[in-house]
Each structure stands twice: as structure tokens, then as C-alpha cells.
């Protein structure tokens, strides 16, 4: 890495997103945008390391994650359900930036108290919190200090108490989900034990997965160990079991350590958690805190943790704002998913098993590509354990939880693995079995809505159409390279049905969509997007439909306030626009403009939206940010960058700082302009305007078209931009590469008429 870039995880502020959106009114372009959706990014600021299952933090109830203070809001700007930050205790395992996920998890509350375990649930104010990667930290306004650290696979809980009586660390089994209607999470079964001399596990089986744990504190002499139930403590007892726990008839039960605090007593609580019983449980945390090794060690292990990942990403120049929403970016990029090496409850065998790829329709397009680069290993087992997924359950996962059952997000998309695993083929990703996966993508185009499509060459939401015509086309890019070209050719053929999702007006046909509309899902990138546009009458239709889509020469809009709305709701839906960001499935439209030879549009619309979209603080977001998707964004795009879902490529576009040293694929990538000028975001943006690629040279040579390949990008190479103030030719006449553009691709018959099989 260049020693002049700058190191950037300092200036990451884990509170970003947490809040209602509250950014500086926009101007331009980025006035004219419309967000319905709800207006806050849904983050939390709790304790979490790189990728790692498990995450702890402070405990409201409120939606989503648990943190905060919103209730359920999936429309316009959240409404509060507590007037102040509140927590009646320390939580593990929390959603990050999603929505209405149904999974909130929550699970082993960890509550300290100098009041009778009478008072358990009760919300404390937070005071002084202090949040960065890998550690959490707030006092309640009790007076008790609170600090959270996390691994991997464990927790480290400490607590400095005031002079008290009767001070105490309470464990909640039983507690789990959110203080929303239909929000919580009763356990099915659970077992708790107490084993003396400061240790404890016990096991709690929610949604159908048991998850375990194994508990060792470090209490001050003289402090009692004891179980309690339904907040009564069990006299003598060391155990509670429960063969099957209804709504109706759950207690709250758990541990608790008590005793007296004489001035700044600390305790500190060090829990590790499995998915495969309480030895394993414990085994994970002797591994992760050997010997005498507590909080302090912790808190440094994820900060190295931390440290590895943002080694690899640096930056140069950019304002004190840009940089922190940046690191931030890159930050809630890489919360989730979460890796959980040999925890499969479901399959005995080791390796890889991960989940919380919970809002996959957003992370494959963004987040899933900056894992790939970062960590190759990583991607590696993830599709490798998206592969075991399908061989063990049936199918191939839209979205994956912490949860055991048949709800796999099946309205939302159809055959987004599939992208997913022809990208980690094409980019050569080591320890997949490619044969059986090629199986398994085979099959599984045929399941779900792929029946239909099978049989009719279309099917409703119509977005699903495109969806498995993409979903055929990166199936076949694995059979051809495994060498059965004669199923390649099969499925390619397929692939061609995207056609028939469209109507005579250039758009998608009238259907119902699970988010936005029709004009929304209408600027996806395809991989034929050469056709695509024709069929759209041409670059100059394309592009007058993309300018009217994004707002050009429109008047500002009014955007909505709280719950319940006025008529500014059905106006904006009407407009048909561009939704800023707020609305995922807009975040790829930006750059179809360079497939109509129009980079400099893409160039105006990416610099409006990272100044205007984005900011610091708690409402810093412009809506959800979809386990690291939306982030993901804001970190490629602040790169000139752009990667293709299921193609192998990424676009390139002017950058936000004036140079990145990257460490992708395993190998160093640098970017580096001339002719950059320093923009701000928010209100230091107002002024400001973008800069248009005047040229580029990749590794030396010049660069005329807009894209290197994802081989490129992970071979490593120096990427060099020129800036200007003004549009130039560049990249006009050379253009992304599209299915029809290919010989082998365009056998079958005319690449435009309509594709029925």
C-alpha cells in the first residue's frame, strides 16, 4: 500500500444510520428523487467483528435490530416508540439495516441491576455511549457502566457498578425478538445448568435452531451464583428444563450472579456460543480468551480483526465528512453475512455454514462483490455453503437466517444464487464443488415461479422473469465452462425469455412488484443489454427514458413526513422516479447510461447521490441499509467503481477521492486521477459539480471502454482516470459487453422478436 493514502478505520461511526434520515435538503438533480420507503437506515451501533456470528448490543425492543427507538416502519419517516435511547439489557445476535425480516433474534439478555429482579425489563435511559468496531460501551442511568466486545464466536460483557447493596448480572434465557406486535421470540425447548465456581450453559432452541452457550465470569468474592424463574429464585436448584414452552405458559427464566459492589466493582462476563451444543459452546470461547485472558484481550483481538480488513481499502484526500461516511460504508459492508465455520445444526460434517444473507436481492448486487474482493476465501464458502443449503434443504436460498423453516423469501426474487455462484466461478474461487453446484443450479431453476417460466417463457411478478432469465444465463456460463456445451446452449437459450417481461412502451409489463414499480425494476442491468435498449427503440429513446426516470429538468418534490400521509404519497408515486437510493432496487439504474454510451450521465447522477444522500450522524442513511448492501454501494461508488451481478465485470466512473490503494483478489489495485477536485457531501455539496472521465489507461494502456473485468480487478493493476469539468467521448463508442454481442450466444434465432419456449 502507498504510505501516502490514509488509514481510515478511525474514522468509523458504528451510530451512523441508527436515526430517522435527517440530511441536508438536496439540491439539483438528487431534489427531484423521490423516497417512499422508510426513511432510516435501521443499523445499530452494537459490538460486531468482521463477518463474525455473533454481535451484542444495547436492547430496547425497538424495530428492527433491537436498538433504538422507532417502532415498525416500512413507509416514510419512522415513528418513535420511545421519546429517548433506552435498554433493559445487553443482547447477542442482531439484524443489520433490514427491515421487516420476522427474525429479530435478540437471544441471552444480559441485564446488570442494583434493583430487585422484580424490576427485570425495565428500560433504562443510555448516557455517554461510545461505539467503534468491535466495541460497544453506555452507561444506564443507574450508574452502571457498560461495555460490550465481541469474536467471532463469542461475548465479553464488563460492568463497573456503583457502591451497592445488592448489585447483580442477570441472565435471560428466555428473552428474544422485539417489543412490536408478532415481534417476539418464544423458545421452543431450552436447558439451563449452573456449574459452580463462576460457570454456567445452557440451551435455547429458537425458530428451530438450538443454540447454545457456555457462561464464565469473573464476580468479586463473596458474590452467589444461583437460577431463577419466572424472577424468583430457584433455592438450591442448578437447573431448569423445559421439554416444550408455549406463549401461553412461558416464564422468564435464567442465571444470575449477586452480591455486594463496594466502589467501582467490576464484573466481567465472558460467553461463547455454538450452534452445536454447549461443549462446542465452550470450546469456542476457550479458544477465542485462552488462560486468564478477559475483556481487554477481547476488545484488542477484534480491533485487529477489524484492522485487516480496512488494511486493505485506503484513500486519499477527501473531507473529514466524506472520509467517515466512507469508513462507515465499508464498516456496515462488512457486519454480515455471518460465518459460523463447523456450526451447522442441520449437517454434521465441518465447514463453512453461513447465514444472515437475509435481504439477498439488495446483497447480491453490491455487498457479495466487495466480500469476493476483500476476502476470496470467504466468498468461497459462502457459495460453497449455499450449495450445502440446497443439498441438505431443497433449494437454493434467496435468503438465509439464523431460523429452520420453509419461509426462504420466495416473493422477493427467484434464482439470485445463481448470480452469485457464476461470478465466484468466472473469478476462479478454489473450494467449491462447481459440478454439484451446477446440479443444483439446474434444478433449482425449476422450482418456485421457475415452473411457470419453464412452461410459459414468463411469469408474474414480472420481475421474476428477469430474475430466471438472468438466473439461466449465469447457469449456463457453468456449464459451458465445465464443458457441456450442449446444456450451456440449452440454457442460454432460455436466458432469452428476459423479452417477453417487456411491453411495446419499452418498459416493463404491468405486474405486481414486491417494492417500487414497474419503472423501478425496468433499468436492471441484463445481460443483454445491447437488446434491452433496442428494444427500447434505441440509444436516444433509452437514454430520454433513463433522463425522465432520474428527474431531469424536473421541479423539486416534497418528500413524506410521518405516518399517515397526505396526498404527497400518491403524487410521488405517480412521478415514476428514480427513488434515491431509499429503494434498492434502483441502485444499479445509474449505470445503464454507460451501456447507451452515456457515462457522463452516470457520472452526475453517482456524484448527486453521494452528496446529497449521504451524511454523518445518526440519520446519515437515506433508507434501509440491507445487511451492508446500501453501504456497499457508497463504498463502490466512492470508487469509480461498479461491479456487474453474474457477468464478471465493473464499470467505471469518475471516483470520489483522489486515490484508492486496494487489496483485491489477493493482489494490490490502485486508482489514481488527475484533474480531481475536492467535493464535500450534504451542505459543503450545494455548489459543487461532477467531474466527467476524460480518459483512462489500465495498467499502462489506454482504456477506451467503461469496464475491466472482475478478473482485472482481483489480478490486480493500476487503474488511471483523467477528470475534466465538462462531458467528453470517452467510452461513447465502445460498450459493455452483452449476450447478443457474443457468436455463440445468438444462435437460436433473431435477438429482439419475442421469446416464447
Known amino acids: 500500500m502507498s504510505s501516502n493514502l490514509g488509514r481510515i478505520l478511525d474514522s468509523v461511526d458504528p451510530f451512523i444510520g441508527t436515526a430517522a434520515t435527517d440530511l441536508p435538503a438536496a439540491q439539483g438533480l438528487a431534489a427531484t428523487w423521490w423516497w417512499p420507503k422508510a426513511q432510516v ?75 430487585p429482579l422484580d424490576a427485570l425489563g425495565t428500560r433504562w435511559r443510555l448516557r455517554d455511549e461510545v461505539a467503534e468496531p468491535g466495541y460497544y460501551a453506555a452507561t444506564l442511568e443507574n450508574g452502571i457502566r457498560c461495555e460490550l466486545t465481541v469474536g467471532e464466536k463469542t461475548a465479553v460483557h464488563r460492568y463497573t457498578f456503583p457502591e451497592s447493596f445488592s448489585a447483580r448480572v442477570v441472565l435471560d434465557f428466555s428473552y428474544g425478538g422485539l417489543a412490536i406486535e408478532h415481534g417476539s421470540t418464544v423458545p421452543l425447548r431450552a436447558g439451563l445448568e449452573s456449574l459452580g465456581q463462576g460457570c454456567a450453559q445452557g440451551t435455547v432452541v429458537m425458530e428451530g435452531m438450538p443454540l447454545s452457550v457456555y457462561v464464565d465470569s469473573d464476580t468479586p468474592k463473596g458474590w452467589r451464583q444461583l437460577v431463577w424463574y419466572d424472577r424468583r429464585r430457584v433455592d438450591g436448584g442448578t437447573r431448569l428444563d423445559f421439554d416444550y414452552i408455549r406463549r401461553t405458559t412461558l416464564r422468564p427464566f435464567g442465571l444470575m450472579f449477586m452480591g455486594p459492589a463496594r466502589g467501582a466493582t467490576t464484573v466481567e462476563l465472558r460467553m461463547g456460543f455454538s450452534m452445536r451444543g454447549t461443549d462446542q459452546a465452550r470450546r469456542n470461547l476457550e479458544a477465542a ?97 449455499l450449495v450445502r443449503i440446497a443439498e441438505e434443504e431443497g433449494n437454493l436460498p434467496i435468503g438465509y437466517r439464523m431460523a429452520r423453516g420453509t419461509d426462504r423469501f420466495f416473493r422477493q426474487a427467484s434464482a439470485l444464487a445463481h448470480t452469485v455462484l457464476a461470478d465466484g466461478y468466472q473469478l476462479g474461487l478454489e473450494g467449491v464443488e462447481w459440478d454439484w453446484a451446477l446440479v443444483h443450479m439446474q434444478d433449482d431453476l425449476r422450482r418456485g415461479y421457475g415452473e411457470d417460466y419453464t412452461e410459459r417463457g414468463i411469469v408474474h411478478p414480472i420481475s421474476h422473469t428477469l430474475d430466471l432469465a438472468t438466473g439461466y444465463w449465469c447457469t449456463a456460463i457453468v456449464a459451458r465452462g465445465l464443458g457441456d456445451l450442449k446444456l450451456a446452449d440449452e440454457l442460454e437459450a432460455k436466458s432469452r425469455a428476459w423479452v417477453n417481461a417487456f411491453g411495446k412502451d419499452g418498459l416493463l409489463r404491468d405486474s405486481s412488484f414486491y417494492e417500487g414499480g414497474r419503472w423501478n425494476y425496468s433499468f436492471r442491468l441484463l445481460h443483454d443489454m445491447a437488446a434491452r435498449i433496442d428494444l427500447a427503440g434505441g440509444d436516444k429513446d433509452f437514454v430520454a427514458m433513463l433522463d425522465r426516470f432520474f428527474g431531469y429538468g424536473a421541479a423539486p418534490v416534497a418528500q413524506l413526513g410521518v405516518p399517515p400521509f397526505g396526498p404527497e404519497f400518491a403524487i410521488g408515486q405517480d412521478l415514476d422516479r428514480f427513488e434515491g437510493l431509499n429503494n434498492e432496487p434502483d441502485m444499479e439504474a445509474p449505470w445503464a447510461y454507460h451501456y447507451a454510451g452515456r457515462p457522463d450521465r452516470t457520472a452526475e447522477i453517482v456524484h448527486a447521490a453521494l452528496a446529497h444522500q449521504f451524511g454523518t450522524g445518526r440519520g446519515g442513511l437515506p ?120 457468436p455463440d450466444a445468438a444462435r437460436g434465432g433473431p435477438r429482439h422478436q419475442e421469446f416464447l419456449p
Request: glycine share 12%; hydrophobic share 35%; net charge negative.
Open 41 to 115: 437506515g435501521n443499523t445499530h451501533p452494537g459490538a460486531c467483528h468482521p463477518l463474525g456470528m455473533v454481535s451484542a448490543c444495547a436492547c430496547s425492543g425497538a424495530y428492527p435490530t433491537g436498538y433504538g427507538r422507532y417502532g415498525i416502519s416500512t413507509e416514510g419517516a419512522p415513528v418513535p416508540m420511545f421519546d429517548d435511547d433506552l435498554a433493559s439489557g445487553f443482547t447477542h445476535f442482531q439484524q443489520s439495516g433490514t427491515g421487516a425480516i420476522r427474525k429479530y433474534y435478540n437471544y441471552f439478555r444480559v441485564t446488570p441491576m442494583i434493583e
Open 289 to 385: 480468551l485462552p488462560g486468564e485472558a478477559g475483556f481487554d484481550h477481547a476488545r484488542a483481538a477484534a480491533r485487529t480483526a477489524w484492522s485487516g480488513y480496512f488494511s486493505q481499502v485506503e484513500v486519499q484526500g477527501g473531507t473529514p465528512e466524506r472520509r467517515t461516511v466512507f469508513a462507515t460504508s465499508l464498516y456496515h459492508s462488512l457486519i454480515k453475512p455471518c460465518f459460523a465455520e463447523d456450526e451447522s445444526p442441520f449437517w454434521p460434517s465441518k465447514g463453512p455454514f453461513v447465514f444472515d444473507i437475509a435481504t439477498m436481492w439488495d446483497m447480491y448486487k453490491t455487498q457479495f462483490p466487495l466480500l469476493t474482493a476483500l476476502a476470496p476465501d470467504k466468498g468461497a464458502d459462502m457459495l460453497e455453503s
Open 623 to 742: 433508507g434501509n441499509d440491507d445487511s451492508g448492501a446500501l453501504s456497499s454501494w457508497y463504498v463502490w461508488a466512492s470508487l469509480g467503481l461498479f461491479p456487474v451481478a453474474g457477468q464478471n465485470l465493473f464499470l467505471v466512473n469518475a471516483p470520489a477521492f483522489a486515490a484508492a490503494s486496494l487489496r483485491f483478489g489477493g493482489n494490490d489495485f490502485e486508482v489514481s486521477t488527475t484533474g480531481h477536485v475536492e467535493t464535500g457531501i450534504g451542505e459543503d455539496a450545494a455548489g459543487s459539480l461532477p467531474r466527467y472521465v476524460q480518459s483512462a489507461r489500465f495498467n499502462g494502456r489506454p482504456l477506451d471502454q467503461s469496464f475491466i473485468t472482475g478478473n482485472q480487478l482481483h489480478g490486480g493493476g493500476r487503474l488511471e482516470i483523467e477528470l475534466g469539468p465538462e462531458p467528453s467521448d470517452w467510452a461513447t463508442k465502445t460498450r459493455p459487453p452483452s449476450a447478443s454481442d457474443r
